[in-house]
C-alpha cells in the first residue's frame, strides 16, 4: 500500500521488535491508557483459535506509527461480532495509517465470519468524523477518570459483618471461584451492546486472570462468609501507573457496599507499592460506578466513542 505522499506506507503484521513503538503509538496524547510493551508481546504470542487475534502494524517514512489489534469478540451467545482497535502517532496522522489499518482488520475478519464490527475512538469531531465517513454508527461513550495516588484516599466505610477483604492472589492455584463473580456480573453490565452471556472459564483464565500486567497482590476480593463476592482487578505497567481493570459485585450479593470497599483497598496498597497514577474507565450510565469512582477522588479526564459497523461477505470487501 501507499499513501498519497510519496514516502512509501506499509501494513503489516506485528513483529517482537515492534512491541515498545505499538504501545508508544497507543499512549500518545491518552496518559489514561495503561499498556506496556510486555503486554503487547504477550497479546500477539498467546494461541486464540477462536479469537483469530491479530496486530496490523503501519510503517511510514521507515518508522512504526501506529496499529490496529483485532479478533472476534469471546464471551457472548451472538455470533459474528469482532473488534478491532487501533491508534496512530499524532504527527503522522492524515496519511492513510488508519484508514488502511481498519481496512486491513475488516478484511481479517469478515475472512472469520464477522459480520458486526466494533471499534473505540477518542470522543472528539476529528475521531468522530473519521469513524462515521467510513460506515460506522455511534454507539455507547465511555468515561474515562484519573486520580494522583500522592493524595489521601477517603477513609474506608464500616465493613459489614462476615465480610473479608483478601488479595486475588489468595486464589492463584484455583481462581474459578473469582471467575464466577465476573461471569455473573457481566450479564447485566451497563451499555454493553452485545450481550456477555457465554463466558467460558478456560478463555477468562487464558485472556484475563494470566495476563502479564494483571496484579494479583493488588487485585482485591471481597468475601463474604468464605465465599468471593466482589472484585477490584487492577492491572499496572510496572512502574507509577495503576488500572482498575475491571470491579464487579455477583448480583446476589449487591447493595452492601462491596465494590467501594475492594476498590478503596486495590488503590490503598496500589498507593503503599508507590504507584502514583490511577485511572478507571465507566460507561456514562453506569451511575453506581461513576458515583464510587467519584467518592474515590477520580476525576474525569477523557472519553471514547463506541463505532459499530455492519461488514459484508469476504468478496464485498476486496478480499
Same mark, same amino acid.
Given at each position: 500500500m501507499?499513501?498519497?505522499?510519496?514516502?512509501?506506507l506499509?501494513?503489516?503484521?506485528? /513483529? $517482537?521488535?515492534?512491541? !515498545?513503538?505499538?504501545?508508544a *503509538?497507543?499512549? &500518545?496524547?491518552?496518559? =489514561?491508557? %495503561?499498556?506496556?510493551a510486555e503486554?503487547?508481546?504477550?497479546?500477539?504470542?498467546?494461541?486464540s483459535?477462536?479469537?483469530?487475534?491479530?496486530?496490523f502494524?503501519?510503517e511510514?517514512d521507515?518508522?512504526?506509527v501506529?496499529?490496529?489489534?483485532?479478533?472476534v469478540?469471546?464471551?457472548?451467545?451472538?455470533a459474528?461480532?469482532?473488534y478491532?482497535?487501533?491508534?496512530?502517532l499524532?504527527g503522522f496522522r492524515?496519511?492513510?495509517?488508519?484508514?488502511?489499518?481498519?481496512?486491513?482488520?475488516?478484511?481479517?475478519l469478515?475472512?472469520?465470519?464477522?459480520?458486526?464490527?466494533h471499534?473505540?475512538?477518542d470522543?472528539?469531531p476529528?475521531?468522530?468524523?473519521?469513524?462515521?465517513a467510513?460506515?460506522?454508527r455511534l454507539g455507547r461513550?465511555?468515561?474515562f477518570?484519573?486520580?494522583?495516588?500522592?493524595?489521601?484516599l477517603?477513609?474506608?466505610?464500616? /465493613? $459489614?459483618?462476615?465480610? !473479608?477483604?483478601?488479595?486475588? *492472589?489468595?486464589? &492463584?492455584?484455583d481462581p =474459578?471461584? %473469582?471467575?464466577?463473580v465476573?461471569?455473573?456480573?457481566i450479564?447485566?453490565?451497563?451499555?454493553s451492546?452485545?450481550?456477555?452471556?457465554?463466558?467460558?472459564?478456560?478463555?477468562?483464565?487464558?485472556?484475563?486472570?494470566?495476563?502479564?500486567d494483571?496484579?494479583?497482590?493488588?487485585?482485591?476480593?471481597?468475601?463474604?462468609d468464605?465465599?468471593?463476592?466482589?472484585f477490584?482487578?487492577a492491572?499496572?505497567?510496572?512502574?507509577?501507573?495503576y488500572?482498575?481493570?475491571?470491579?464487579?459485585?455477583?448480583r446476589e450479593?449487591?447493595g452492601?457496599?462491596l465494590?467501594?470497599?475492594?476498590?478503596l483497598?486495590s488503590l490503598?496498597?496500589?498507593?503503599a507499592a508507590?504507584?502514583r497514577?490511577?485511572?478507571?474507565?465507566n460507561?456514562?450510565?453506569?451511575?453506581p460506578?461513576?458515583a464510587?469512582?467519584?467518592?474515590?477522588?477520580?476525576?474525569?479526564?477523557?472519553?471514547?466513542?463506541?463505532?459499530?459497523?455492519r461488514?459484508?461477505r469476504?468478496?464485498?470487501?476486496?478480499?
Amino acid at each position: 500500500m501507499t499513501s498519497s505522499n510519496s514516502s512509501p506506507l506499509t501494513i503489516r503484521d506485528f /513483529r $517482537p521488535e515492534d512491541a !515498545e513503538a505499538v504501545a508508544a *503509538a497507543h499512549r &500518545a496524547g491518552r496518559e =489514561h491508557l %495503561v499498556l506496556s510493551a510486555e503486554t503487547l508481546l504477550w497479546l500477539n504470542g498467546r494461541p486464540s483459535p477462536e479469537e483469530h487475534f491479530r496486530t496490523f502494524v503501519a510503517e511510514l517514512d521507515g518508522r512504526v506509527v501506529g496499529a490496529v489489534r483485532c479478533g472476534v469478540v469471546l464471551g457472548t451467545s451472538v455470533a459474528g461480532v469482532g473488534y478491532a482497535n487501533g491508534s496512530v502517532l499524532p504527527g503522522f496522522r492524515r496519511r492513510g495509517a488508519a484508514t488502511a489499518l481498519l481496512a486491513a482488520a475488516e478484511r481479517h475478519l469478515v475472512g472469520h465470519g464477522v459480520t458486526e464490527l466494533h471499534t473505540w475512538m477518542d470522543d472528539e469531531p476529528a475521531s468522530v468524523a473519521f469513524a462515521t465517513a467510513r460506515g460506522y454508527r455511534l454507539g455507547r461513550t465511555m468515561q474515562f477518570a484519573g486520580r494522583d495516588l500522592a493524595l489521601p484516599l477517603p477513609p474506608a466505610p464500616v /465493613r $459489614p459483618p462476615g465480610v !473479608e477483604l483478601r488479595p486475588a *492472589a489468595d486464589w &492463584a492455584a484455583d481462581p =474459578h471461584p %473469582v471467575f464466577l463473580v465476573e461471569a455473573d456480573a457481566i450479564l447485566d453490565e451497563p451499555g454493553s451492546e452485545v450481550p456477555m452471556d457465554a463466558l467460558e472459564y478456560e478463555d477468562w483464565l487464558r485472556d484475563d486472570w494470566n495476563r502479564p500486567d494483571r496484579d494479583l497482590a493488588l487485585s482485591v476480593v471481597a468475601v463474604v462468609d468464605g465465599r468471593p463476592a466482589a472484585f477490584s482487578m487492577a492491572q499496572t505497567d510496572g512502574v507509577d501507573r495503576y488500572w482498575s481493570a475491571f470491579t464487579a459485585c455477583h448480583r446476589e450479593f449487591r447493595g452492601r457496599g462491596l465494590t467501594k470497599l475492594a476498590k478503596l483497598e486495590s488503590l490503598r496498597l496500589a498507593a503503599a507499592a508507590g504507584y502514583r497514577h490511577a485511572y478507571t474507565s465507566n460507561d456514562t450510565t453506569n451511575g453506581p460506578m461513576l458515583a464510587i469512582n467519584a467518592w474515590l477522588g477520580y476525576e474525569r479526564c477523557a472519553a471514547e466513542r463506541k463505532g459499530i459497523k455492519r461488514l459484508g461477505r469476504p468478496s464485498e470487501q476486496g478480499a
